[in-house]
């Protein structure tokens, strides 16, 4: 380690971060750099960052010179013992010899002077600022180094201040930033450290957290992810808490008529940190009232601006980013306090696709936030106390309460990650997604359920929710490039149920989605039936009343939750696709599918045959549900003018006749859903023999068909597709079946309207596929799991049917 003396002795020691950017990484390194840059070119944005200053590296090489430490530091950093290198006693002796130092008399007097200057500026007399490590190898666009050195905030008075600077050049070699350093080959003495003393926001009375501006998890690049808590934002960043997490489609914040949030999920946020009592420095964690626990930290209001200031970060940028955010509890006001880009989405290729399956059923230990999409399998190994982690055992699962950057050297040789508490932004989640490693964190009970030694499986392929499993299960994985993928005509769409899978699939070059289930919705999200919410004292069993209103908390009418809940599950499923269409299909439960809803029992009668009896349209207009169905309409309205989601067309399911169509089409009216208005286009699931037979007629009343196989095959062979008895005889291919289908397609174009097909036929057996492209289809929905199989089958059905020069994707996406 040497020092160019001639070098240090032309760079100032301290400057302020109004006046660096992001060229001066080496002087200030990437925090501080990063910093000034959203100064100095987006205040005038509207971004506000808190002010400060920054010791420069140059002072970093002052202080090591100063003290006669750099020979030292390199003796201690080159020493091995028989089992390789102890980089835990390394790193305390590195520490111990750093904090020993004394800065120069020069170098103090000056930290003491831009202390006053900012106390000036604020006009207290020892404020309270947040003192900030900043290495010059930290927040790059291939590794993002973050969390490896420390930060001290509410740090008040001169000599406090000198205290928690020298404090953060020892942390440049903590275990975790020296293990860091080793896992992306960077060398130990090829770093040097800043420090940002920046005004403290009051948080400690408001909230803060993490916000990213690309999904984390899918790599999702049109929504931004936000995770709050009460207090400062260290419990989100360390994974102390399991916090509020909001979704933002970025695409809709500049429309000042919408507030596109379309994910508002309710942590537990049990602790907080905050001030200590009296007025004096450090913090304290304390745990949180129960007021905190059952309320959001963020209004949409303020959701909406912190995800325009992602926007605008990023775009500054040219990248996606991971930002730090605050809420001043005593003003109101919002700040960025951090940003740095986000390197794990980031570096992943565009077209690739790559798929895990479970092809084996375990029983289920625990669940909580899925990290990624990958499953791992292994032996677990809990660990309780950070004393304790020497014990782990390389290529096992780790199950841990919490981690925090110490935990960094075991976590990186560990097959998979499990943890009690954390959000998605949460260390653990942090660090695993960018080691590569399979984790499900925020479980609550991981730590209790699962034993050390245990077999287990960590599955993250299942949506938002990632599950333990009991024993290895087996698994399989596929490699797909989506550029091979051939180019069709005909509008391929999606089938899809899952809010917490849509991500999952937007790299697919659909067409959009032919088929949104809202029932499937109601079922995952709301999991009250909507009449329960509307008269709730008709619900009697006590165990109903109480999940209802735990669920409901928070919402002045449960009706609203309803409402919310289900219009932000259906933009989840909107959102991946936009502008390309979304079709929504009203709800299309079975009488007894409704009954097994929460408070359903009270609202539903049994039913000989439920899937022919009260379902679909005839429930809209009929008494005993038309509230439940007002909400419906009330959803969709909230998810089309609120959130923003113009794509979005609705269908109605089950439509038996054409009066029934009319009075369908009168309620969606008087709940403000007209046909025709705001570009509201209705469509009709084309299911039922009398749709078909009078499709010209209905076409004139409806702006599309889509064919639902299930239920016309159904109908037409007269086979109860629930009965196992009778499932040899239920056949989409059937003849009769596919002559209806030729029917629906000539009726439809004939009036001039499109048709498209929703069922499952065309995703199960590749001639019905062919057969429809033949029939000139307008459009064919398929699962997701379906979707790369299939298309190549309808390419090659348009070649040989001269359908036409082919066409990508909508564009826009």
Known sequence: MTVDQDSVAMKPNIVWLEDVGIMDVADVGGKNASLGELIGSLASEGVKVPGGFAL?????????????????????????????????????????????????????????????????????????????????????????????????????????????????????????????????????????????????VRSDVGASGVMFSIDTETGFPRAAVISANWGLGETVVQGMVNPDKYLVFKPLLDAADFSPVIEKTLGSKTRKLVYPEGGGGGTVMVDTGGAERTSFCLNDTEIVQLGRWAVRIESHYGRPMDMEWAKDGVSGELFIVQARPETVQARKEGTMLTEYRLTEEGQLLAEGAAVGDSIASGTACVIRRAADIDSFVDGSVLVAEQTDPDWVPIMKRARGIVTDKGGATSHAAIVSRELGITAVVGTSNATSVIANGQDITVSCAEGDTGHVYEGLLASSREDVDLGDLPATRTAVMLNMASPSKAFKWWRLPAHGIGLARMEFVINDMVQVHPMALVHPERVTDPADRDRISELTRGFADPADYFVQTLARGLAMLAAPFHPAPVVVRFSDFKSNEYAHLIGGSAFEDDEANPMIGFRGASRYYDPRYRAGFDLECRAIIALRNTLGFANVIVMVPFCRTLAEADRVLAVMADNGLVRGRNGLKVYMMCEIPSNVILAQKFAAKFDGFSIGSNDLTQLVLGVDRDSAALAPLFDEQDEAVKAMIRLAIGGAHAAGIRIGICGQAPSNHREFAEFLVAEGIDSISLNPDSFLRTVPTIAAAEAAAGRGVPVRALPGR
């Open 56 to 200: 420069t590296a140059s002072a970093y090489w002052q202080f090591i010179e100063a003290n006669h430490l750099a020979p030292r530091l390199a003796g201690i950093l080159t020493t091995k013992n028989d089992g390789g290198t102890d980089w835990r006693s390394i790193g305390a002796a590195v520490r111990e010899l750093i904090l020993s130092g004394e800065f120069p008399a020069g170098m103090d007097g000056e930290i003491r002077s831009f202390y006053r200057k900012l106390a000036e500026r604020t006009g207290e007399a020892s404020p309270a600022v947040a003192v900030r490590s900043s290495a010059t190898a930290e927040d790059l666009p291939d590794a993002s180094f973050a969390g490896q050195q420390e930060t001290y905030l509410n740090v008040r008075g001169e000599q406090e201040l000198l205290d928690a600077c020298r404090r953060c050049y020892a942390s440049l070699f903590t275990d975790r930033a020296i293990s860091y350093r080793e896992i992306v080959k960077y060398g130990q003495l090829d770093v040097a450290l800043s420090v940002g003393v920046q005004l403290m």
